[in-house]
């Protein structure tokens, strides 16, 4: 059976400012047109895993799938000091046709699973948050080429078009990591540590 043709293509734009208030802090703002082509996979390929009782997962194509859009905001402030630097970034995205993987049975051609899932279109989609992240250099207290490297991110998404929650936003997300970059510039290394907060239930859109 010969695969429906898909052809998708747009011209985007970004428009940005910067406003110096000091030597070391920089205001910024910034308004762009994002744009994404269905991939190959999603359109035209599905998936079969089963990795045990309770785990019997499918996943459908969708040659239907139309590009997703978006509107991106942001403002934020950059603060580069003599031992590090700090960026604290708000942002907004509107998507228009946001593609987005979502549970739609249990069951297909007859066939019991226990989640079908299918990438689709939702119409309208707000996904809004904040970012942090910055760094502190440790030369002056440990070995020359140490740093302090942090950041944090949270985020919340709505399907608009339904009024829920949208599920594949992650939650409250916290990374902090000690670097190390050999001043010969020949090797280096890091230890990191990644926290997740669990996502409450008022942001979620179902249970499963």
Do not use: C
């Not at 194509?61 to 000091?81: M, S, T, W, Y």
């Not at 046709?97 to 899932?117: A, C, K, M, W």
């Not at 916290?174 to 050999?182: N, Q, R, W």
């Amino acid at each position: 059976e010969a695969l429906a043709d898909h052809e998708s293509q747009r011209f985007t734009g970004r428009l940005g400012v910067l406003y110096t208030v000091n030597e070391g802090v920089t205001l910024f703002g910034q308004y762009s047109q994002g744009f994404k082509s269905p991939e190959a996979i999603d359109l035209y390929y599905g998936s079969h895993r089963f990795y045990g009782p309770g785990f019997n997962l499918l996943t459908l194509p969708n040659p239907d799938l139309k590009p997703e859009r978006n509107d991106a905001f942001e403002i934020g402030v950059r603060n580069q000091f003599s031992i590090g630097e700090f960026e604290l970034t708000l942002f907004r995205n509107d998507y228009q046709d946001f593609i987005d993987l979502q549970f739609i049975g249990t069951e297909y051609n007859g066939q019991p699973y226990d989640r079908v899932s299918q990438n689709v279109n939702i119409d309208a989609v707000t996904i809004h948050g904040i970012e942090m992240r910055g760094g502190l250099w440790l030369d002056e207290w440990l070995a020359p080429g140490t740093s302090l490297q942090y950041s944090a991110a949270y985020a919340k998404g709505r399907n608009e078009t339904d009024d829920l929650p949208l599920d594949s936003v992650a939650p409250l997300k916290g990374v902090i990591g000690l670097h190390y970059d050999a001043p010969s510039e020949t090797w280096g290394a890091k230890l990191v540590l990644t926290a997740v907060n669990g996502k409450q239930r008022h942001h979620i859109a179902t249970e499963n």
